[in-house]
């Protein structure tokens, strides 16, 4: 797609776009959005993907969120060890909601959103590396500097490396459990982390 095309269409749709963005970590149907555009112009974004269309449910699509969030917080930082920690804090959740059926009500939003987060997460600091990796490569011109900026990206991409393999563990030994809740929201999230994660893995090499 063409740039002017791009930000044609975020202009056109700017108060979806602002809705969908807010609304980021939460799940929003196709109802919700008919205040702001039609079902027609939402094929056409889903078709340019600019959103995510899945059944009743709409997202924005990671790369306009990740170039929001960029742009309004200037931020650059990567932080790979904050999957560890949704990871963590997930097999914690998951344990309790299985165990203590009970407690599934509360936990079951609060799961949804850590998976969701962990997923954004670690396409966004895919996306982090290979701009800095990028930068390094078209900015700096002092041989032994670009040599230096290289080595600690190698680094920060084995570490990315090693993240995804916990991750894809992550859901291979959760998924059953979390089938288990009877959840189809969380079951579509699920779904679409690991669907996704073979095409993080592939733009690692």
Not at 5 to 12: D, E, H, P, T, Y
Not at 27 to 44: N, P, R
Not at 81 to 110: A, C, M, W, Y
Request: glycine share 2%.
């Amino acid at each position: 797609m063409k740039i002017e095309k791009l930000f044609s269409n975020l202009n056109r749709h700017k108060e979806l776009i602002f809705y969908l963005f807010e609304h980021r970590d939460k799940i929003v149907l196709k109802d919700e959005c008919e205040k702001f555009t039609s079902f027609e112009a939402l094929d056409i974004l889903d078709n340019f993907e600019i959103i995510e269309i899945s059944g009743e449910k709409i997202f924005l699509d990671s790369r306009v969120i990740i170039f929001l969030e960029n742009y309004l917080e200037l931020d650059e930082n990567i932080e790979i060890s904050k999957v560890t920690e949704i990871i963590n804090s997930l097999k914690h959740n998951i344990d309790i909601g299985f165990e203590f059926r009970d407690k599934q009500k509360t936990l079951i939003p609060k799961i949804r959103r850590e998976l969701k987060k962990c997923d954004f997460t670690m396409l966004s600091n895919l996306l982090k590396l290979r701009v800095h990796i990028d930068r390094v490569y078209k900015s700096i011109d002092n041989f032994a500097l670009k040599i230096k900026e290289l080595e600690y990206y190698k680094t920060k991409l084995k570490e990315f490396s090693s993240t995804t393999q916990i991750f894809e563990n992550f859901l291979f030994l959760y998924e059953p459990k979390l089938s288990d809740f009877y959840n189809s929201d969380l079951n579509e999230i699920l779904k679409g982390a690991t669907c996704k994660l073979p095409r993080i893995t592939h733009n690692l090499s």
